[in-house]
């Protein structure tokens, strides 16, 4: 399985995002997929995820990004809003089915005027 992350970039903030993980299989064959972030030095952090028909988000990131999946391309796709300097990091799309984690390379997002 392999997922492919991109849609990073510099964004002032106030501005959007959208991410974008394109995996080799369906994007509804994984028991759950999900975004993190981490920063240099910080530990990996969920930031929104979707498991057996349930979404979460980080308290930081509530209504602010929204996570989605596309049938039609297989990909997991992030959109972020009203992004702020501190949404600054580098983001990896991941995918579990069973016992197995896979993940995307990160993709790098810097919120910055």
């Known amino acids: 399985v392999q997922l492919q992350a991109s849609g990073g970039g510099l964004v002032q903030p106030g501005g959007s995002l959208r991410l974008s993980c394109a995996a080799s299989?369906?994007?509804?064959?994984?028991?759950?997929v999900g975004w993190h972030r981490q920063g240099s030095g910080q530990r990996r952090e969920l930031v929104a995820g979707?498991?057996?028909?349930?979404?979460m988000y980080a308290d930081s990131v509530k209504g602010r990004f929204t996570i989605s999946r596309d049938a039609a391309n297989n990909t997991l796709d992030l959109q972020m809003n009203s992004l702020k300097p501190e949404d600054t990091d580098v983001y990896f799309c991941?995918?579990?089915?069973?016992?197995?984690?896979?993940w995307g390379q990160g993709t790098l997002v810097t919120v910055s005027s």
């Open positions: 979707i498991s057996g028909g349930s979404t």
């Open positions: 299989r369906s994007i509804f064959s994984f028991n759950a």
């Open positions: 991941n995918a579990r089915h069973g016992w197995t984690n896979y």
